[in-house]
Structure formats: C-alpha cells, structure tokens
C-alpha cells in the first residue's frame, strides 16, 4: 500500500529538489529543508510535492505528514 501527501506549489513560488534538500523560494524569501528519512521519497511533479512510503508502519506514515506540514 503506497501513501501519498500531496502539496501544491503556490503560483509565484518556486520549488526543486537537490537530494534530499528541498529549496523553495518566493517573494517572501527562500527556505532550505532537508527531507530525508528512511522510506519516504519525495519528488516534485506538476506542480505538486508528493511525499509517499510504502510503508505500513505508523512512525513512517506520521513522517510523512510531518514532511508535508514542513513543505
């Protein structure tokens, strides 16, 4: 079982993936955080950051909505 998190990319910001390093920036500023964490990936797609695990369990799945919030 896959669990995404999806987060749209407001319009005037940019996002992008160097690793694990997530660099945004805006006309507020730019924020560097890095993401990594055994067993979720992240990519940008469309407009989207996608947070998702395969796995099942429960420290990994609230990973993933911590690194959403973060985003």
Do not use: Q
Not at 32 to 40: A, N, Q
Not at 45 to 71: N, P
């Amino acid at each position: 079982m896959v669990t995404e998190r999806k987060v749209t990319v407001p319009a005037g910001v940019t996002a992008e993936l160097d690793g694990t390093v997530l660099k945004v920036s805006g006309k507020k500023g730019k924020l560097e955080r890095d993401l990594h964490y055994p067993g979720i990936n992240v990519r940008i797609e469309d407009g989207h950051l996608i947070v998702s695990t395969e796995s099942t369990r429960k420290k990994v799945y609230a990973m993933t909505g911590t690194f959403a919030s973060h985003a």
